[in-house]
C-alpha cells in the first residue's frame, strides 16, 4: 500500500532575534521549574556543534548528488542548520553568563562529533544525522501540540523552540534521502545508528542537567527529588512528554519507512501563516500555541 505524503518545503529563514543579548529571561524559564529548564537548556546546549556535525555528514555527499530538486533542498538544510546553531549560541552565551560552565560542555560534544567523523565510515555518519534529524523533526509534535508541555514558559524561548521546530519539520526528509538515494545506506546501518543516536540523546538529557543544576547550588538530596518528580514528567507511562513519541520514534525502525510518512504537527499552518503575514517569530510562535490542543 501507498503512503500518504506529508511534504513541506524548507524556507531560510536568516537573523531572527529572540532578545537573549539581554539577560531579562528567567533563570528557570521554564515555568520556573528547575528540573525543566535545565534539561531544555541541556538539549539546546548541544545544538550548535550537532549542526554542524549534521551539515558535515550530509556535505561529505554533496558532490555525488544529481536530482537537482535534493541539490537545492541540502544547500536550504544547510542554511535552515547555520542560523539554527547561530540563535542557539547566542542561548548558550547567555547560559555562560549565568555561570554554568556551558564552554566545557561544548567542547566536550564537539570532541565526540569530530571522534565520530574521524572513527566512523562517511555512510555512518550520515546515518546518525538521519537519526538525529528524525528526532528534531519530533520536536514541534513534543513540544507544541499540546499546550501543557510548554505552559508558563517564557515566550522569547518558546518561540526559539518553535522556529526551530517548524524548520526541522521542513526539512525532515533531507538528510535521510542523501543517506538512503546518494550514500545507499541500508536497514542495518540506518537502525544502528538510530540506537547509537537514541543511547546518545538520552545519555546526555539526563546527565547534564544533573551538573548544571549543582552547578546552581542545588544540592544533591534535592536534586534527586527533582529528577524523580522530572523523570516522570518525562518518562511516565501515560503522560509522558517523551512517552508519546514512542510510536513515532518507532516507525523510524520499520523496513520502508521515510519520513514524509509522518505528518505535520496539527498548528504547522498557524506558525507559517503568521510568520509570513508579520515576519515576527514571536507572534507566529503565540499563534502557534494558541492553536495547541
Ligand atoms: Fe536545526
Ligand atoms: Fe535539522
Redesign the pocket.
Known amino acids: 500500500m501507498a503512503h500518504a505524503e506529508y511534504k513541506e518545503t524548507p524556507e531560510v529563514r536568516m537573523g531572527l532575534d529572540f532578545g537573549f543579548k539581554g539577560d531579562d529571561i528567567p533563570k528557570y524559564w521554564m515555568a520556573g521549574d528547575p528540573f525543566r529548564t535545565r534539561m531544555m537548556d541541556a538539549v539546546q546546549a548541544t545544538f550548535p556543534d550537532g549542526e554542524r556535525y ?1 551539515i558535515t555528514t550530509v556535505m561529505a555527499f554533496k558532490d555525488q548528488i544529481e536530482d537537482p530538486e535534493l541539490k537545492a533542498e541540502v544547500k536550504d538544510f544547510a542554511m535552515q ?1 547555520g542560523q539554527h546553531g547561530r540563535v542557539h549560541t547566542e542561548f548558550n552565551e547567555r547560559l555562560q553568563r549565568q555561570g554554568l560552565d556551558i564552554k566545557r560542555v561544548t567542547g566536550m560534544i564537539l570532541k565526540l562529533n569530530n571522534r565520530r567523523l574521524k572513527y566512523f565510515s562517511a555512510k555512518y555518519n550520515v546515518a546518525m544525522t538521519a537519526a538525529f ?1 528524525h528526532l ?1 523533526a519530533m520536536m514541534a509534535e513534543l513540544f507544541f501540540a499540546e499546550k501543557r508541555v510548554l505552559a508558563g514558559a517564557d515566550e522569547r524561548v518558546k518561540a526559539m523552540f518553535a522556529w526551530h521546530a517548524i524548520e ?1 519539520m521542513e ?1 525532515k526528509a533531507v538528510a535521510y534521502d542523501v543517506m538512503q538515494k546518494v550514500a545507499k545506506v541500508g536497514y542495518i546501518r540506518r537502525t544502528t545508528a538510530m540506537t547509537h543516536a537514541l543511547f546518545s540523546f538520552t545519555l546526555n538529557t539526563l546527565i547534564m542537567p544533573w551538573f548544571m543544576l549543582k552547578s546552581d547550588g542545588i544540592g544533591r538530596r534535592e536534586r534527586l527529588a527533582l529528577y524523580a518528580r522530572g523523570l516522570v514528567w518525562m518518562f511516565g507511562p501515560r503522560k509522558g512528554v517523551f512517552t508519546r513519541m514512542v510510536p513515532a520514534l518507532a516507525k523510524y525502525y520499520k523496513p520502508g519507512f521515510h519520513p514524509n510518512q509522518l505528518p505535520s504537527v496539527h498548528n504547522y499552518d498557524a506558525w507559517k501563516n503568521t510568520y509570513d503575514q508579520s515576519q515576527d517569530p514571536m507572534a507566529a510562535s503565540e499563534a502557534m500555541y494558541a492553536a495547541a490542543h
Open positions: 549534521f542548520e534529524e528534531t526541522e526539512h
